[in-house]
């Protein structure tokens, strides 16, 4: 080893003004043109680790050394200038702003007082080319799938001259072949002597990708290894401490009356990705449907109808024998709908607002949190107190703001608040996205209960083993149709799906 | 606990005591005696019962308007219709003490019911349009208050126009209509016990009723507003019609306690003040109190300097833009929503 490791963190600590230690002490070396990756639990400090890196927070403590010099990352234009880029756990595009317009924000290039357009497409399809990552520049991000984004941000954070590329949990929203599509270009990546961190809840993953594994638990290092040394079974422990996570057990049961159909829903929408072409589906009470499928495939369209945030062009829909089409959402909630939203921080809560805010919004006109136009504000306090420790959310309390938790545990707050509400009929649209091992067992483990006491269940992800885990039956959606509706059992399989999900067979 | 809370606190105080010495260092170097010009600002205020008085009668509409826009800035309703309602609350009860024939006791009550009602349609008129078309509430209220005012000063000199005295002001208004003075020597009025407690009505109804909370989910995120089901358009409108209303009563209050004719020429500013302490408060009903009453000492002082040395009073418009300028700077770093209404485009990366 005669290089220097081109990033060493030595000592980094971190304590956010509200007294949590976010980390207390972690040194580690990321060499060179490798490919590292970063596991621990939610909120065990990766992210603030990133931000660090990347000039968004301030260490409290320790020496971060850039080929092996101490560096002060005082902003991201600062980490700009040493190389290092970052695409964020959740997304920062502007949805208004075009491909183009977002990659190149405040880099544009001009001319005169204008930005000149035409040389900013050939920019971004330069560089779309140059690291095979295609993309429109002239696209809207707003009608983007998710994996699409995925790639504009990717291409944002590679746009200026990158040594280190920080990747927090890119893989979360994306589908088994989108990810295998992204690895193969981070493979690219590397080759061209890019150094890449990786933030990852799957062991699978990092296995697949990484040559070298850091974990974190409680904002400590507990481990550092080459991947050829280490095990999945190693990995996980150093991740969760001594504990065993017992994956969720689907057991058969009997189902109930139909509880929710959908009879040939159409929606024509100018955001390609939530077009629906005749949809119909069928869930009784106490079953548990998965949608498979690409990102883009409609999903947002089945769910945007459902919820009642748009009418359907064509079609309609029943919930328990009556139908629901141009019912407003607090008519489908009060009607005992819930929804966890694929879209945490646009949809499912407001990071100003704190945690007993959000976990109890929607349900505080009920007589339990409100008197006359007044809140039970301490019934509000001790129930959020509970889903704290139901669901083992780590924050530093009720009162804290949302932005003050990590992803994970945001989105625990976001899921604790849904099941709260006790549904007769669950949209879970990526249940466990960015959510730990132990945790996403335990959320898995709640859709079924939920399930085994006769809540019909929407089950939507990305994720195909969670899909077969949890569901009863799985239909595929493919460019907004249902191309096949398949009974779960050990036949159905991922490479079952596959040609579905794809568009290359058609069973319905 | 209260390390966490006082933490920003005084990082605020802080920032203010850096906004009052950058610019009185300067100018008073620049004048004669410039020990003597910071002592009157500072402790000016404080050596005659009378001038500390004096803030505290100021205080009192900069809290009512605060509240005003406190109320519709946490709803996200960027509604700046509170100087417009100011004025026109100010002069419809003006005009309804001095037009309409009422017994002594009920004069007051009525005129600022009155006042209120015609003075909210500042803010409830550019609510009414953002409600039904998407109008811009900021731009169209920002408007309304020019409207409001031409209007206003063609009544007074059409109707209310007393044309014994000199200038364009109104009649006299009665005796019985004024507020009772409740500070021997001063001129606080009834109003000031009424700011007070408004303020911490304000809160309550922010924090602890049901309408409150769903007013500040729409303001922090209308998308997740949108997911729980929330009654998002009238939650806007509610906002910005007890917004109006308030700013309306409060220029009703401060006509009946302090004035004896009708006699502003144009937009008192009162409005503009509002803005001013209440994201000095960053919103915070209580918060308030102690905001308007600091923007009232400097405003005290500015005048006293002005009156006693050789000093523009425009000094004290100087130190308020600049901690405007600084509270806001951090104001809008915690806020995404506002930070993406004033650039229209950047917005911070957050993981
Ligand atoms: N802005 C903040 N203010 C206060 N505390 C914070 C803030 N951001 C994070 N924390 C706390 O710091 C700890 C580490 O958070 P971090 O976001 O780094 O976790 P993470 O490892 O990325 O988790 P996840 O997998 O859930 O994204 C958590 O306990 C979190 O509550
Ligand atoms: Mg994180």
Known sequence: MAAEPIIRFEAISKRYPNGTEALKGVSFSIEAGTIHAICGENGAGKSTLMKILFGLERATGGTIRIDGQPVDISSPRAAASFGISMVHQHFSLLPSLTVAENILLGQEPRRGLLVDRKAARERVAALAARYNLEADPDARVAGLSVAAQQKVEILKALSRDVRVLILDEPTAVLTPPETDELFRRLHGLRRAGITILFISHKLGEVRALADRVTTLRAGLLSGDAAMGDISDAEIATLVMGTTKTVPPLREPHGFGAERLRVDNVVLRSLAGADRLDGVSLSIRAGEILGIAGVDGSGQRGLVSVLTGEVLPHDGDFHLDGRSARGCSTAALRKGGMAHLPADRFHQGSARTLSVVDNAIAGAHRSSRFSRGAFLRVREMETEARRLISDFSIRCPGPRAPLSALSGGNAQKVIAAREFATAPTFLIADQPTRGIDIAAAAFLQGRILDMARQGTAVLLISADLDELLALSDRVAVLYAGRITAVLDNGPHLTPERLGPFMLGLEDAA | MIRRTLAPFALTVLVLIVAVAAVLIPVALATPDPIGMIDTFLFGPFR??????????????????????????????????????????????AAIVILVPLPGWAMAPVALAGGMIVGSSACVVPGVLRNRFEVSELVSSLMLNFAVMFIGLYVVNSVLRDPSAGAMVSYRIPADARLPRIVEGTRIHLGTIFAFLACIAGSIYLFRTKAGYESRIVGANPGFAAHLGLPIRSVMLRAQVLGGTIA???????????????????????????????????????????????????????????RNHDVPNEVVGLIQALILILVTASAITRSPRLLALLSGKRKEGHA
């Open chain 2, 48 to 93: 005659t019962f009378r001038h500390t008085g004096n803030i505290v009668e100021m205080a009192t509409p900069a809290m009512l308007c605060g509240l005003a826009v406190a109320l519709m800035f946490r709803a996200g309703m960027f509604n700046l219709g509170v100087e417009g309602a100011f004025f026109l609350g100010a002069l419809a009860t």
């Open chain 2, 248 to 306: 309306a009563l409060a220029g009703g209050i401060e006509l009946l306690g302090l004035y004896q004719r009708f006699s502003w020429q144009g937009l008192p500013g009162n409005g503009w003040t509002g803005v001013v302490v209440a994201i000095l408060a960053r919103d915070r009903p209580l918060l308030l109190i102690p905001s308007a009453l600091f923007l009232s000492y400097l405003q005290v002082g500015g005048d006293l300097v002005a």
